[in-house]
């Protein structure tokens, strides 16, 4: 089956120090993001890219830092400078590059609750 | 700015009834609206899609409705399960720039 896998599903840290979740898809979409979920509040673009070894930041991108070295991977590292890391992460692709592509839904995996203490 | 705001915050129904969850949007210029479904501690899956130009789809239970005039969109659940309970998040998409806005998401509570 295709899909989006994310690892782990929880990640404990402590303050301090980086963490990088996983992120893979074998839909060979060309598209991926990641966003944040925190409790009551809608999805938060932190970065996403829509190509091989190129990104662009989101809404959020301060204290975070990606790669897309593969078409399948888009791993995202949660660093020290970010002030409130503990959150529900989203990682998502998408068949076409545009956003607001009508045939192409964004594709979620089941996120990673990372916390931080 | 382009908001998207959901209502209600959060709805308990019994099972068996219908519901009709409300998605109003500032969001310009409009390229289309999805309406998600996100089970507890899982992604969001897409129900369905709407651009300015239709009015109505449907999908199995799930009716999702788009006044593009008064920009305003609902989701209806008839005769809910179990299986409805989750949260149900409507995106805008627009055309410049090419992002998203989400919503806050209405946490649907279906009882026995």
Not at chain 1, 40 to 69: C, H, M, P, T, W
Not at chain 2, 53 to 59: G, L, R, V
Request: charged share 20%; proline share 4%; hydrophobic share 25%.
């Amino acid at each position: 089956d295709g899909g989006i896998t994310q690892s782990p599903k929880y990640l404990f840290r402590k303050e301090g120090q980086n963490v990088t979740l996983s992120c893979e898809q074998n839909l060979n979409h060309d598209a991926m993001y990641w966003y944040r979920q925190d409790p009551g509040q809608g999805l938060r673009l932190i970065y996403y890219s829509q190509i091989v070894n190129d990104f662009q930041k989101g809404d959020i991108a301060e204290g975070y830092s990606v790669s897309r070295e593969k078409k399948e991977s888009f791993p995202l590292t949660v660093t020290s400078a970010q002030k409130n890391p503990t959150a529900f992460y989203l990682c998502a692709s998408r068949k076409n590059r545009e956003h607001s592509s009508y045939n192409s839904p964004l594709h979620f995996g089941n996120g990673t609750r990372l916390t931080v203490t | 700015k382009n908001q998207v705001e959901q209502s209600p915050q959060s709805l308990i129904i019994l099972e068996g009834k219908n519901c009709t969850l409300q998605c109003n949007y500032t969001v310009s210029p409009f390229s289309n609206l999805r309406w998600y479904k996100q089970d507890t501690g899982r992604g969001p899956v897409s129900l369905t899609i709407m651009t300015f130009s239709e009015n109505t789809k449907s999908n199995g239970r799930y009716t999702a409705t788009l006044d593009a005039d008064t920009k305003q969109s609902s989701l209806h659940i008839t005769a809910s399960q179990l299986s409805d309970s989750a949260s149900y998040i409507c995106v805008v998409s627009y055309t410049n720039a090419g992002k998203s806005t989400f919503g806050d998401g209405t946490t649907l509570t279906v009882k026995p």
